[in-house]
């Protein structure tokens, strides 16, 4: 079976044996939103009738959610119950159809579905760039299967090394406070920390949980990733970060050269 397309950006040797091809090939060449759809639609496929689901957020996990809301409409499934990763989330599955609740409620449930911004050959991942790094990561941890559904490009060798955003969920008391230390911690990486704003009028973008989110940028590899997360942790003022590591349990990949389930 081919599965040279499951390719780890910067990998030499991608770690695909446990993968399996769900998809022939296609010949038409599709979106990034496209692959999105295609892999959202192959994870709810996961989902049946009765269970409790974690909600995720962001476009790719948006094609999960309208598609479940579709499901229940035909009858498909029955009895689901959502629990959403952040407020747009729930309007969403509100709009769709779909029957909410909460962890307090649930505090264990069957499923989550959601995107993720880098995913490593381990599937860790990095999660948060659309801001609901707190919630997802709470609703995550509470799921017996957790399915991440990602388009090929946010495969990575290493989580950080993208180039892209490893985001950190702060209090606003002294953000700068918090961002230097940040900063400073991940020095040897090249560190850049920057407060995330609004691009329309240049304000901090604000949690669901009115918090603030610093972006770290590395130059290097950060390496032990649990040290890392361990030590961001430890930082009074921080919420929560973006690693989301050891909680995966499938991974699908939509290319385009078809579907791909990798299973942990
Ligand atoms: O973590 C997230 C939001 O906090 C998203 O899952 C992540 O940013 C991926 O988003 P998208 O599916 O839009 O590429």
């Known amino acids: 079976m081919a599965l040279a397309h499951l390719q780890f950006i910067g990998s030499d040797k991608p770690n ?25 639609y192959k994870a709810v496929e996961f989902v049946e009738s009765g269970m409790v689901l974690g909600l995720g957020t962001g476009s790719t996990a948006c094609h999960a959610v309208a598609r479940i809301g579709e499901l229940l409409k035909q009858g498909k499934l029955k009895n689901i119950v959502g ?9 969403q599955a509100i709009s769709v159809g779909i029957p909410l609740s909460d962890l307090d409620t649930y505090p264990i449930l069957d499923l989550a579905i959601d995107g993720a911004d880098e995913v490593d050959p381990y599937l860790n991942l990095v999660k948060g760039r659309g801001g609901s790094l707190l919630r997802e990561k709470m609703v995550e941890s509470a799921c017996k299967k957790f399915v991440v559904i990602v388009d090929e490009t946010k495969l990575v060798k290493h989580l950080g090394g993208s180039g892209l955003a490893m985001p950190v969920e702060i209090v606003p008391f002294c953000w700068k406070f918090t961002a230097e230390r940040l900063r400073m911690m991940f020095m040897d990486a090249g560190c850049v920390a920057k407060l995330r704003r609004f691009s329309e009028n240049g304000e901090p973008f604000v949690t669901d949980n009115g918090n603030y989110i610093i972006d770290l940028y590395f130059e290097k590899d950060i390496g032990d990733l649990k040290v890392a997360s361990d030590e961001i942790l430890r930082l009074a003022g921080v919420v929560e970060h973006g690693m989301f590591l050891d909680m995966a349990t499938t991974l699908i990949v939509a290319g385009e050269l078809g579907v791909t389930v990798k299973n942990k």
């Open 83 to 91: 629990i959403p990763t952040s407020k747009k989330t729930h309007e």
């Open 16 to 40: 695909v044996d446990s993968c399996q091809m769900v998809s022939s090939p296609s010949p038409v060449i599709l979106t990034q939103d496209e692959l999105k759809k295609i892999a959202a």
